[in-house]
């Protein structure tokens, strides 16, 4: 190898560990990130091969409501999850569900049932907050036996709208 070619090597290398690096921009990308930390925790603290289950995220200020952000986050947190290896159960599948007109909620008097229903052991439940110009977004796994917080996860978006 010349130093011509070392030159082009050393310079390349810098430039694809910024490529890794580089923070979340989209939504997908906040999605990813939200995953990747929230899946070491997930192998420490479930049971293997039972499901959980997904929720909406839905907006603080008001818990019964979703929106295209929170239905989306909520997919794309699922398909994720279930990408790495965790066992997803989609409970839309099932009329057990709790249809509500924001997207499918995981109020605490439906949680127990619906994971029976599933076998499921947690649930993944998630906020948002609109703070122009920021959206914040928190997502957490919740062990449906006693409500304690498996994992936890959150991101904080560009709001340009």
């Known amino acids: 190898m010349n130093r011509r070619q070392l030159l082009i090597m050393g310079a390349a290398v810098p430039a694809a560990a910024g490529l890794t690096a580089c923070k979340p921009e989209t939504v997908l ?44 986050m909520s997919e794309l947190v ?24 924001g ?3 995981a109020l605490s008097r439906e949680a127990a049932a619906l994971s029976k229903v599933h076998n499921a052991q947690a649930i993944v439940v998630g906020t948002y907050s609109i703070m ?9 796994v919740v062990r449906v036996a006693d409500n304690r917080i498996l994992a936890s996860s959150e991101a904080e978006l560009r709001h340009e709208g």
Not at 65 to 70: I, N
Not at 78 to 101: T, Y
Not at 132 to 140: C, D, G, L, M, N
């Open 103 to 105: 997207g499918e909620l």
């Open 29 to 72: 990308e906040h999605a990813q990130a939200m995953v990747d930390r929230l899946v070491p925790q997930l192998q420490a603290n479930l049971e293997p091969g039972r499901p959980v289950i997904i929720s909406s995220f839905v907006n603080v200020d008001d818990l019964e409501a979703s929106s295209t952000f929170g239905r989306s």
């Open 132 to 140: 122009s110009p920021k959206v914040y977004a928190s997502v957490k």
């Open 78 to 101: 699922g398909n994720l999850l279930a990408q790495k290896g965790i066992a997803v159960a989609d409970v839309r599948l099932r009329s057990a569900l709790a249809n509500r007109p």
